[in-house]
């Protein structure tokens, strides 16, 4: 019903920047919180960054000034933009949010939704 779409990942050099972008698709009424979250091999999945409808965000320690998150509510869109980059960002990122779908005489209902993931590799 609800689909999250990422890309942008890829292979980069410690240093280098790299851009992910989410977009969500279909029955869409409104969407709250959207954010990006990372799983490293052998770890748990973590929170990197989210940011509300009306554009507050929230950053792990590790990423602050370095990472920035920035959406486009009229494309449904999240980015991520992440600079210096460094081995341990290698990972595979998720997009996340917060959904409402439905309409005015069915209802409205929440959901939450994740995307299928991208990999970041930072490696020289």
């Known amino acids: 019903q609800v689909q999250l779409v990422e890309s942008g990942g890829g292979l980069v050099q410690p240093g280098g920047s790299l851009t992910l972008s989410c977009a969500a698709s279909?029955?869409?009424?409104?969407?709250?919180?959207m954010g990006w979250y990372r799983q490293a091999p052998g770890k748990e999945r973590e929170l990197v960054a989210t940011?509300?409808?009306?554009?507050?965000?929230n950053y792990a320690d590790s990423v602050k000034g370095r990472f920035t998150i920035s959406r486009d509510n009229a494309k449904n869109t999240v980015y991520l933009q992440m600079n210096s980059l460094k081995p341990e960002d290698t990972a595979v990122y998720y997009c996340?949010?917060?959904?409402?779908?439905?309409?005015?005489?069915?209802?409205?209902?929440?959901?939450?939704?994740w995307g299928q993931g991208t990999l970041a590799t930072v490696s020289s």
């Open positions: 279909g029955s869409i009424f409104s969407i709250n919180t």
């Open positions: 940011i509300t409808s009306g554009g507050t965000t």
């Open positions: 996340n949010a917060g959904v409402v779908v439905g309409t005015l005489s069915r209802g409205y209902r929440y959901l939450e939704v």
